[in-house]
Antibody, heavy 117, light 107 residues
Framework: QVQLVQSGAEVKKPGASVKVSCKASGYTFTTYDIHWVRQASGQGLEWMGWMNPSSDKTGYAQKFQGRVTLTRNTSISTAYMELRSLRSEDTAVYYC??????????WGQGTLVTVSS | DIQMTQSPSSLSASVGDRVTITCQASQDINTYLNWYQQKPGKAPKLLIFDAANLRTGVPSRFSGSGYGTDFTFTISNLQPEDIATYYCEQYDNLPRTFGQGTKLEIK
């Protein structure tokens, strides 16, 4: 069955970077785009960007341009989201999701990133 | 960015009720709209895509409609397991944007 399994919770200091992984299984990794969405505690959903694992093409929300990088390792069917220059407002649960057509049909379990001094 | 205005922000209904949530886009998005259900501590779950298409395996009491800027999500015959927060999302333009969410509670 299709699964996206994300890396564990992280605690980072302001100004640091975090890299969250998203390991895909149960399907051909390069066939579907991966999107990243975050959610601060008690808040709504915020789209961050997308990646095509086959072409390595990416797109980012303007808000995160210059601070976020999406990459992948096709040999281990894993996508990565790196966010730099962390600030307290980046404390959130980060999700990866696979896109079927234009719609995210499978999601990772989420990774809590806490930014605190 | 396209703004998605979702209402109400919360609502309380009884088991068996018909529940309606609306989502208004700040510009025409055709039918490029998804609806999600999110339960506490869980990832969102896709229910409806392309405004009105029920994802396989989702109960038929969930439905969606709309085109352009005005969209509706309906749960007919509300069940206790439908307690969750519901979000709309547009994907006509990047960045994809979400409504603020509707928290649904049982009376």
């Amino acid at each position: 069955q299709v699964q996206l399994v994300q890396s564990g919770a992280e605690v980072k200091k302001p100004g640091a970077s975090v890299k969250v992984s998203c390991k895909a299984s149960g399907y051909t990794f390069t066939t579907y785009d991966i999107h990243w969405v975050r959610q601060a505690s008690g808040q709504g959903l915020e789209w961050m960007g997308w990646m095509n694992p086959s072409s390595d093409k990416t797109g980012y929300a303007q808000k995160f341009q210059g601070r976020v990088t999406l990459t992948r390792n096709t040999s281990i069917s894993t996508a990565y989201m790196e966010l730099r220059s962390l600030r307290s407002e980046d404390t959130a649960v980060y999700y990866c999701a696979r896109l079927e057509g234009d719609s995210p049909d499978y999601w990772g379990q989420g990774t809590l990133v806490t930014v605190s001094s | 960015d396209i703004q998605m205005t979702q209402s109400p922000s919360s609502l309380s209904a009884s088991v068996g009720d018909r529940v309606t949530i609306t989502c208004q886009a700040s510009q025409d998005i055709n039918t490029y709209l998804n609806w999600y259900q999110q339960k506490p501590g869980k990832a969102p779950k896709l229910l409806i895509f392309d405004a009105a298409n029920l994802r396989t395996g989702v109960p038929s009491r969930f439905s969606g409609s709309g085109y352009g800027t005005d969209f509706t999500f309906t749960i007919s015959n509300l069940q206790p397991e439908d307690i969750a927060t519901y979000y709309c999302e547009q994907y006509d333009n990047l960045p994809r944007t979400f409504g603020q969410g509707t928290k649904l509670e049982i009376k």
